[in-house]
């Protein structure tokens, strides 16, 4: 048998496959077994926080469901825990980057072990079918950095997508604080502004619109005025986003005018990003330099001194011969 592993690549490849499925599935039920009790725990405090909650679903929130939130559904129901002892984290990161469902820590996790699985598949099925199947060694330390960047790049994404949202944010909010300070200037309350300019930039900036509105609705069901500012910065993600939120609720509170203070916090929100701009424009001399120290300053070097050295070629190597 030993003979027949060490001469045959096909039986190794197999062995290999075998060893890496054991280990994950030891690794899966050691984890499912340590987050079951912190479930349950959860569980049991949502359930004494919450003892008015209903039993059935939503229809809203059935027709949101995706197929990735059924898929994780059916695979909890099956016995597989996809919760994260750092839920609250990875949920942060998820709104922040835009996905506002309940069920996306859960299909980020899925995601995340199916990347595991996939990435190691796929190469394993092109090593077996190349002319030339890599060694046993090769296989397994490849294999090894292909389950740790399919761990990596569901984050990588999700943090690329979270910083372009949130960039998109931060350009788009001054001319959105303009249009606020014009209604509030023509006599709007404040949740008429936020309806009106959530109705106005829905072309040009939708992702300020969907947060608007989601306040605005927030209100009309009933919502403080206070919670309302407060879910939408906390929803959005963005710095600034949240200091315009604590500055609305305390000149609601306080009794300040509404219009001094939109009129201060656009102009503060223009500057920064023209001190943004600014620095970006500061910083291409650099990068520039880069691709020029690297491309272009050989070439140059090269065009100067090429006919000294054609020259020194054609009169000193006769003259030393």
Known sequence: ????????????????????????????VI???????????????????????????????????????????RIEEAGLNLGDTAETEVAKQLRAAGYMSPTAPRVYTLVRLLMIFVLPSLYLL??????EPPSVGRMYFTCGILMVLGLYIPNLFIRAKAERRRTEIIN??????????????????????????GREVVTSHPRIAT???QATLLMRAGESRENALRKMGDEAGVDEIRSFSTLLIQSDKLGTSLAQTLRVYAAEMRE?????????AHRL??????????F?????????????IVRAIREIMPALS
């Open 285 to 294: 001399p650099v990068l520039i330099s880069i691709p020029l120290v690297l």
């Open 126 to 131: 092109f090593s077996l079918n190349s002319a």
């Open 211 to 213: 947060m608007l509105t």
């Open 31 to 73: 984890s499912n077994l340590t987050t079951r009790r912190m479930q349950v725990s959860r569980e049991l405090a949502a359930m004494s926080a919450d003892t008015s909650s209903p039993t059935a679903e939503s229809l809203t929130r059935k027709r949101t469901d995706s197929a990735w939130a059924k898929l994780a559904k």
């Open 172 to 197: 788009g909010f001054p001319d959105s604080l303009d249009l606020m300070l014009v209604c509030v200037e023509a006599g709007l309350g404040l949740e008429s502004t936020l309806d009106r300019v």
């Open 1 to 28: 048998m030993l003979e027949l592993v060490t001469s045959n690549w096909i039986v190794r490849a197999l062995l290999l496959v075998l060893v890496f499925g054991v280990v994950a599935l030891v690794v899966f």
């Open 296 to 308: 272009m300053l050989p070439a140059m070097i090269g065009v100067l001194t090429l006919p000294a």
């Open 272 to 280: 920064a990003r023209r001190l943004r701009a600014e620095e970006k």
